[in-house]
C-alpha cells in the first residue's frame, strides 16, 4: 500500500455541517432510514443500488414532471437504458424556479466590456421574449437551433429559449473555424442560427462576417439567421439571407414565459468530440439526464449554494459552458467572462475573481500550471476573501500545482480537482465538501458514478493504474449520437473493449484512501520496454522546468522491436533549449520516476498542437510520425493551430 501523501485542506465541522451534501445524507437519514459511517459507504450505496438513489435525486429536488413516471430505471443495460419513462418536464423551468431579487442571475465582464449584472427579472424578460420570437418564426419541440456566439449573456438568454420550447440546441464558439462549425452543424440539419460578427481576443478584433456568411450557405435547412453585432453596433442583417439583427427579434411583445414538458429523454443539446481523426461525434443529451446529474454535481460535489457565484473560464464550444449553466438550477449566479485568460496578463481572472466576488472558481489545469510558472501570488496581490473553492478540469493537476494553489493563491481554499467530459456534461470523479485534499489527488468518486480501475484480466483494483471504467448507467450518459441510428459509433467510442461497460479512455489510479489519480489518456500510453507510462508523470516532471512553457510527448514503436520516444518543448519567450536544459529534463525524470521515464531525444517545437477545446493531440501526432498522412491522422479543422502539424509531418520523413 502506498504511503498517504500530506493533506492541504481539511473541512472544517462548521464547511462540513454548512455542506449540501451533508444535508442530503441527513435527508437519506430522516426520510430514507439511511445512515452512512461516511463519504465512500455512502457513495457504494449509490452505485449498487442506482435506483433508489436517482429516485432519491427526484424527490430531494422536487423535480417538476406533468407527468408521472412508471419506473426509475430499466433493466437494459447500457447503453440501452431508460431513465423515468412517462416522466415529462423541461431543464429551463427549473432554473427559473431558482429567480429572486436579492441577487443576481449573471455577472459578465468582457475585454471589450466593463463588468455588468443581469437581474433574474431581466432574465427572465429576455428570455420570454425570445422564446416568443422564436415561436412566432415556427420554432416548435425537436427543431435544432445553433449558435455561433462568444461567452457572453444573449447566449445564455439564446440557450434558455431555445431549451424553454423544446427545441435542441448547440453551439460553437466564434473562433471555430468554418469547416470545422460545418462539420458540426450540417450533422444536425439546423433550422435557426444565432450568429455574431465578430470577437475580440487578446486584445484584437476579429471579423467573422464572412465566416457566417459561409456557414448560411452551407447550412441549407437554416430558415432564419440571427445576428447579433458584437464588434461593430453598426453591422446589420441584409447581407445574410433570411438575416434579422437580435435587437429586432428582442422587440416581440412577450407573453408570460412557457416551458413545454418534453419526455426525459428528449434531446436538450447536442455536444461534439474534438473530432481529431474524422468527423466529430454529435454527442446527444437529455433533459431528465442532465438535470438529474446537474442538481447532483452542483450541490453536492461544488456546494454551490444560493447567491454564490459560480465562475468557471469557458467557451461556448466547451462542454463546461452548458455546466456553467447549471449554477442557476441551485439558485447560484452565474459568471461569465469572454475574452483571453492571459490578457493583458494572467492575473486578469484574478482581479475579476476579487472585482465580481467569486466564490467558486474553475478553470483548467494548464491555466493554473502557467500562473505557478510566472510565479503569480493572487493571494498577495488580490482580495479572495469570498472565493470558497477552486475548480480544475481539462488535463489532470499536478502535485505543484496543488501545493502552488495552497502557498499562493489561498491557504484555506477547497481545491476541486474533477475529471469526466462532453460525453457526459459533467464529471465521474471530483470534489467532496467533507473529505480532506490529498496533494496531487482527486477527492472522490462522484455519487452514482460506478467507476473503477481495471486491470488487464478486467478485474478491478486498488492502488494499480488500470482503465477508468463505469459499470452502472447513469442518467446523462449520451441518449444517442446523431445520425447513427444503429449505435454503430456510440458502441465503438465506449463499449468495444469491455461489452456492456463504459470505457472512458483515461489510465486511473483509485487509492486506498477512496481518493484517484488520473494519469491521462490510455490511447496515448508510453509502452515503454513493456512498463506503462502515463503521458501526465512526462508532464508533471517538465512542468518543473521554469524555461519550458509546455510539452508533448509519444512513444513510437518501430520495425525490429525499437523504440523511439522523443519529447517536444515549447519554449518560454527568450528561453532556448540548450545542453544545460535537455540535462535537466533528463535528471528530473530519471529522479522523480525511473530511467524508463529519460526521453530518447529532446526536441524543440514553435508550438504544442492542440483542439479547440485545449486537449492536445498526443494521439494524432503519434500516428503522423509513425507514417500515416496527416489528413487521416487528425483534422486540421478541429484544431487551433493546425500549422503546428507542419513540423511533426516533416520530421516523420526523418524517422521512417
Known amino acids: 500500500m502506498s504511503d498517504a501523501p500530506p493533506i492541504l485542506w481539511q473541512p472544517t465541522e462548521a464547511f462540513i455541517y454548512n455542506s449540501r451534501l451533508k444535508h442530503y445524507l441527513d435527508w437519506l437519514k430522516e426520510k430514507k432510514g439511511l445512515q452512512f459511517a461516511g463519504y465512500p459507504q455512502a457513495w457504494a450505496w449509490s452505485v449498487e443500488q442506482p435506483a433508489d438513489f436517482w429516485e432519491s435525486i427526484w424527490q430531494y429536488f422536487n423535480v417538476v414532471s406533468h407527468s408521472p413516471y412508471h419506473a426509475v430505471l430499466s433493466e437494459d443495460p447500457m447503453p440501452d437504458t431508460r431513465w423515468f419513462e ?45 422564446a416568443a420570437y422564436l415561436r412566432s418564426i415556427g420554432v416548435k419541440k425537436g427543431d435544432r437551433v445553433v449558435a455561433f456566439l462568444p461567452n457572453i449573456p444573449e447566449a445564455s438568454v439564446a440557450f434558455l429559449a431555445t431549451c424553454s420550447i423544446g427545441a435542441i440546441w448547440s453551439s460553437c464558439s466564434p ?26 481576443y487578446n486584445g484584437k478584433p476579429y471579423d467573422k462576417m464572412g465566416a457566417v456568411g459561409e456557414l448560411c450557405v452551407q447550412l441549407p435547412t437554416l430558415e432564419k439567421t440571427i445576428l447579433l453585432p458584437y464588434l461593430d453596433e453598426q453591422t446589420g442583417a441584409t447581407r445574410i439571407p433570411n438575416g434579422i439583427l437580435w435587437a429586432e427579434a428582442m422587440q416581440t411583445e412577450p407573453t408570460r414565459l412557457s416551458f413545454e414538458a418534453v419526455p426525459f429523454e428528449h434531446p436538450i443539446w447536442v455536444l461534439y468530440s474534438s473530432g481529431t481523426t474524422g468527423i466529430p461525434k454529435a454527442i446527444t443529451h437529455s ?250 508523470e512526462i508532464y508533471r516532471a517538465v512542468n518543473k522546468v521554469s524555461a519550458v512553457k509546455d510539452s508533448l510527448i509519444v512513444n513510437l514503436e518501430l520495425s525490429g522491436g525499437r523504440h523511439y520516444m522523443p519529447l517536444f518543448v515549447l519554449m518560454n519567450e527568450g528561453e532556448v533549449l540548450n545542453e544545460d536544459i535537455k540535462n535537466e529534463l533528463k535528471q528530473i525524470l530519471r529522479s522523480e520516476y525511473t530511467p524508463r521515464h529519460v526521453p530518447d531525444e529532446i526536441i524543440e517545437v514553435q508550438d504544442i498542437p492542440y483542439t479547440i477545446s485545449g486537449k492536445k493531440l498526443e494521439a494524432p501526432v503519434k500516428k503522423i510520425l509513425m507514417g500515416r498522412p496527416v489528413e487521416k491522422a487528425a483534422n486540421r479543422d478541429s484544431m487551433r493551430n493546425p500549422e503546428s502539424l507542419d513540423f511533426f509531418v516533416a520530421l516523420a520523413r526523418r524517422i521512417v
Open 86 to 130: 412517462g416522466s415529462t418536464l423541461n431543464y429551463a423551468e427549473h432554473i427559473f424556479r431558482s429567480k429572486n431579487e436579492e441577487h443576481p442571475a449573471i455577472v459578465f465582464q468582457s475585454e471589450r466590456h466593463e463588468r455588468m449584472e443581469v437581474s433574474w427579472e431581466e432574465l427572465e424578460g429576455a428570455v420570454a421574449r425570445l
Open 175 to 200: 473562433d471555430f473555424g468554418v469547416h470545422s462549425v460545418i462539420d458540426r452543424f450540417q450533422q444536425i440539419e439546423p433550422k435557426v442560427f444565432f450568429a455574431v460578427d465578430g470577437y475580440q
Open 287 to 536: 433533459h431528465g439526464g442532465v438535470l438529474l446529474e446537474h442538481f447532483k454535481y452542483l450541490a453536492f460535489h461544488n456546494d454551490v449554494h444560493p447567491g454564490e457565484r459560480f465562475f468557471w473560464f469557458s467557451t461556448t464550444g466547451w462542454m463546461m459552458w452548458n455546466f456553467v449553466q447549471a449554477s442557476l438550477l441551485v439558485g447560484g449566479t452565474v459568471v461569465l467572462y469572454d475574452g483571453s485568460p492571459g490578457y493583458p496578463n494572467l492575473n486578469i481572472l484574478w482581479d475579476f475573481t476579487e472585482k465580481a466576488g467569486i466564490h467558486h472558481f474553475g478553470t483548467s489545469a494548464p491555466y493554473l500550471v502557467a500562473c505557478m510558472k510566472q510565479g503569480l501570488q493572487p493571494g498577495k496581490d488580490y482580495d479572495l476573501s469570498r472565493l470558497r473553492s477552486i475548480g480544475s478540469t481539462g488535463a489532470p493537476l499536478p502535485p505543484e500545482a496543488f501545493d502552488y494553489v495552497y502557498r499562493h493563491i489561498k491557504e484555506d481554499v477547497w481545491l476541486c480537482s474533477m475529471s469526466g467530459g462532453t460525453d457526459v456534461c459533467t464529471a465521474f470523479v471530483g470534489g467532496c465538501p467533507t473529505e480532506p485534499v490529498y496533494l496531487g489527488e482527486i477527492q472522490c468518486r462522484c455519487l452514482g458514478c460506478a467507476l473503477y480501475a481495471f486491470d488487464d484480466e478486467a478485474k478491478p483494483v486498488v492502488d494499480e493504474v488500470g482503465e477508468m471504467v463505469i459499470t452502472q448507467p447513469m442518467p446523462s450518459m449520451p441518449i444517442f449520437f446523431w445520425n447513427d441510428e444503429d449505435k454503430q459509433r456510440y458502441l465503438s467510442s465506449y463499449f468495444d473493449m469491455y461489452p456492456g461497460i463504459w470505457r472512458h479512455g483515461d489510465w486511473v489510479k483509485i487509492t486506498p484512501r477512496h481518493s484517484l489519480v488520473i494519469l491521462g489518456r490510455s490511447d496515448a500510453t508510453l509502452n515503454r520496454q513493456g512498463i506503462r507510462i502515463g503521458t501526465a
